[in-house]
């Protein structure tokens, strides 16, 4: 099932990239990152680099990576 998961999270991850014109079309325009990342295509770019973040976090996690960096940051001590 997680297998299932991630490649459906990649396949909207290559949407964001491929589609991001039209998505900040029909969605809007985010003013936070048309400030900080440019000045007419900060939101353009913040979509494709979220479609980015999400098809290399699938990948993470679907390889059992993922997992193995959330415990090393969070894991703790056992107390």
Do not use: C
Request: net charge positive.
């Amino acid at each position: 099932m997680s297998y299932f998961i991630g490649i459906l999270v990649i396949g909207v991850g290559y949407l964001l990239v491929w589609k991001a014109g039209w998505l900040m079309s029909n969605v809007g325009r985010i003013p936070w990152a048309d400030q900080h990342l440019g000045t007419e295509g900060g939101s353009r770019l913040f979509y494709q680099l979220l479609g980015i973040l999400a098809m290399l976090l699938s990948f993470l996690f679907m390889s059992g990576v993922g997992w193995k960096i959330l415990h090393a940051i969070f894991g703790g001590s056992g107390v």
